[in-house]
């Protein structure tokens, strides 16, 4: 016969890590895509957790009906849903180019459903959100998010404690960067599409009869795919750079947190030696 606390140590030791992993596998980018079900999402999960489990360190015993169990269980969520949004940024971050790219170029009326989020996009946002999908894929960035989800459980143990505020901060502060990081993306297609503009202006001026922009507008659309497919090459180190940083943002914002904790539980024991002498 197996003893309470024996069942609690072996069903938390799955549960715990299966809810953060879980949490991740819903907000990550091309988990969390509406044409992804969501039974093949729990299974994914379910999957990692069998392997991850084993080289995990010690896990908390916590009865499953108590306040402790809640509070752990919603700082799951936050660490693994925190993962797998920053890695959303990235994707947004192309998305949001796409669409700075498309109004430019005269293409803001061309819309089309998107698979990821299931929502109307420009098909310039569209088609980079395929390239940065596919990039991912190509440079196994599904595979490094699995090991940041189990390098995860050594920088920040289940606990009581979750995500401090400096990593939160961490989080919204490189929100700002990714709309800078955006613009940069397509400022050489937005300034040649500017000089574009400027001459069909001046053309116009110089002989009115011309008439340019009666044809200005189909030659921007053609001359704006040209722009594209030229800068295409140069979107790969861009987004290796940006996934490189959004990694580092993750580890960055467990190992504050990790660091939050470690002096909470220190200050804890001083006061509590403080207390018995």
Known sequence: MFTTAEITAFVGAYIWPFIRISAMMMTAPIYSAKSVPIRFRIASAFAITLVVVPILPPLPLVDFISGEALLIAIHQVIIGAIMGFALQLAFNLFVMSGHILAMQAGLGFSMMNSPQDGIQVTVVGQLYLMLATFLYLALDGHLILIREIANSFTLLPINTNGISTTGYWMLI????QMFQS?????????????????????????????????????????LAFMIIYI??????????????????????????????????NTINFLNSKTGNC
Not at 173 to 176: A, H, I, K
Not at 190 to 207: D, E, P, Q
Not at 237 to 264: C, D, K, N, W, Y
């Open 173 to 176: 502060s490189w929100g700002s």
């Open 231 to 264: 800068t295409m090459p140069t979107l790969i180190p861009f987004f290796e750079r940006i996934m490189t940083q959004i990694f580092q943002l993750i580890q960055g914002i467990l190992e504050e947190s990790a660091i939050q904790q470690s002096v909470f």
């Open 182 to 222: 955006s613009v940069m993306m397509v400022l050489p297609a937005m300034t040649a599409l500017l000089m574009v503009n400027v001459s069909f202006g001046v053309m116009s001026k110089a002989s009115p009869q011309l008439n340019p922009f009666s044809v200005g507008f189909l030659i921007t659309i053609v």
